[in-house]
């Protein structure tokens, strides 16, 4: 749980702190809303495991000269043996890799589109006894409402692309 809280924190405090990040994530979060962005209503693929389908995929981004695409590469084989990718496990992995938190939300990003792995992203609330799915709107009102006490509510809000809302509760710790 500690580690979970860890890496919230962090993001929250790149979020807060580093205006090229806070301009990143708002500029996704708007495309992605807004209809901009890849639209959020096609048909997405059942929860079913992922090998063959992307095998392809795989390769091409283990071959790649991209280092975003490298890094979708290694969160594939993460998404595979989970069925869900959090923002925590992206930036962890872009770590490991020499990447930055702007690099971990780009190769989480490419994995979203439908031509690629076809997630979606989802807002899990951990505060309660039962795991429960939040939508962006409600994260906005929340941090509207209470911007001194972001942090608190912040720590139990998981961010998770998954190809429906049973993976992206499964796994999580409360």
């Known amino acids: 749980m500690l580690e979970l809280l860890k890496d ?26 807004s209809g901009s962005a890849t639209p959020t209503t096609d048909k997405r693929p059942s929860s079913r495991p992922l090998r063959g389908k992307n095998e392809p995929l795989e390769e091409r981004f283990a071959q790649s000269a991209d280092p975003r695409d490298r890094l979708g590469f290694v969160l594939l084989g993460l998404l595979e043996k989970t069925r869900r990718i959090t923002l925590g496990d992206a930036i962890r992995a872009a770590e490991k890799v020499g990447l930055g938190d702007d690099d971990a939300l780009a190769a989480v990003e490419r994995l979203a589109r439908p031509q690629t792995a076809s997630l ?3 807002y899990v609330d951990r505060s309660g006894a039962q795991a429960r799915i939040v939508s962006a709107e409600e994260v906005r009102e929340r941090s509207a ?13 998981e961010v998770v692309w998954a190809a429906n809302e049973a993976d ?5 710790t409360a």
């Open 145 to 157: 409402k209470a911007p001194d006490n972001q942090h608190v509510w912040a720590s139990v809000i």
């Open 168 to 172: 992206a509760i499964a796994g999580g």
């Open 120 to 122: 979606r992203r989802f």
């Open 8 to 33: 919230d924190t962090e993001v929250y405090k790149q979020f807060v702190q580093n205006p090229s990040f806070k301009r990143f994530v708002t500029d996704m979060v708007f495309g992605l809303t």
